[in-house]
């Protein structure tokens, strides 16, 4: 089953269609589905979400800007980038465009390149926020898993024999402060916030803390510490 992006093709113009078909599918990396018009596209989109949509303004019984009302107000669909193309290109027919809620629109005619420009900038953001997205479910994750880890050793605390280390670690004044953020559970952008420094600097100085311990993880790490007397947190 191919994991091409899929995009939603709705024009009553079947050339256009043809065309922009055409074009977008030439290099096999996308897949378009088309929708001569809305009510075809709303039959559609019960059973496929694509990952953008393209749509005609001017159509015939339900026009495009219906068509976009439904589709934010309908939970599983709201977030879609959605492109408009129209025959209609005055600026104040782009401003109700984007005042309705579009997130591109494209005055016929229009170069495909343009489009096809727009179709993989909208992907590509999709990616990056899906990255983010994940990685800040596991950094809560983390987190979770560090505060787990304190309130254990905190109940077993009379019976926790803090072993020295057995090589000296020295950390720098700024290395402690990241290590004791760390320790109480804060992710690298909350740490950054913290110390007014960047997210970048904040991933360098844990990194450099994971060296010197020679942990792997921040939960290790943490471990780690406390049982080194490292941090207090």
Same mark, same amino acid.
């Given at each position: %089953?191919?994991?091409?992006?899929?995009?939603?093709?709705?024009?009553?113009?079947?050339?256009?269609?043809?065309?922009?078909?055409?074009?977008?599918?030439?290099?096999?990396?996308?897949?378009?589905?088309?929708?001569?018009?809305?009510?075809?596209?709303?039959?559609?989109?019960?059973?496929?979400?694509?990952?953008?949509?393209?749509?005609?303004? %001017? %159509?015939?019984?339900?026009?495009?800007?219906?068509?976009?009302?439904?589709?934010?107000?309908?939970?599983?669909?709201?977030? /879609?980038?959605?492109?408009?193309?129209?025959?209609?290109? %005055?600026?104040?027919?782009?401003?109700?465009?984007?005042?309705?809620?579009?997130?591109?629109?494209?005055?016929?005619?229009?170069?495909?390149?343009?489009?096809?420009?727009?179709?993989? #900038?909208?992907?590509?953001?999709?990616? /990056?926020?899906?990255? /983010?997205?994940?990685?800040?479910?596991?950094?809560?994750?983390?987190?979770?898993?560090?505060?787990?880890?304190?309130?254990?050793?905190?109940?077993?605390?009379?019976?926790?024999?803090?072993?020295?280390?057995?090589?000296?670690?020295?950390?720098?004044?700024?290395?402690?402060?990241?290590?004791?953020?760390?320790?109480?559970?804060?992710?690298?952008?909350?740490?950054?916030?913290?110390?007014?420094?960047?997210?970048?600097?904040?991933?360098?100085?844990?990194?450099?803390?994971?060296?010197?311990?020679?942990?792997? #993880?921040?939960?290790?790490?943490?471990?780690?510490?406390?049982?080194?007397?490292?941090?207090?947190?």
């Amino acid at each position: %089953m191919s994991n091409s992006p899929v995009i939603l093709l709705v024009d009553d113009e079947p050339s256009v269609c043809d065309s922009i078909q055409a074009y977008l599918e030439y290099n096999g990396d996308l897949i378009v589905k088309i929708a001569n018009n809305a009510k075809e596209a709303w039959k559609l989109l019960e059973t496929t979400i694509p990952d953008i949509i393209i749509s005609d303004v %001017m %159509m015939p019984e339900i026009d495009g800007y219906q068509f976009l009302e439904r589709i934010r107000h309908n939970n599983r669909l709201q977030t /879609i980038p959605l492109i408009f193309l129209t025959a209609r290109g %005055m600026t104040a027919d782009r401003i109700k465009g984007y005042n309705a809620g579009c997130d591109a629109y494209l005055p016929k005619p229009f170069d495909p390149e343009e489009l096809e420009a727009i179709v993989k #900038s909208f992907l590509e953001r999709r990616k /990056i926020n899906e990255k /983010i997205g994940n990685n800040s479910v596991k950094l809560e994750e983390i987190a979770q898993e560090i505060k787990g880890l304190k309130e254990q050793l905190g109940q077993q605390k009379t019976h926790l024999t803090v072993i020295p280390p057995s090589i000296k670690i020295d950390l720098t004044p700024r290395e402690k402060s990241v290590l004791d953020l760390v320790a109480e559970g804060l992710m690298n952008k909350e740490i950054a916030a913290r110390l007014n420094t960047s997210v970048r600097n904040v991933e360098k100085y844990v990194s450099r803390l994971f060296g010197k311990t020679e942990t792997n #993880s921040r939960t290790e790490l943490v471990r780690f510490a406390l049982k080194h007397g490292l941090t207090q947190y």
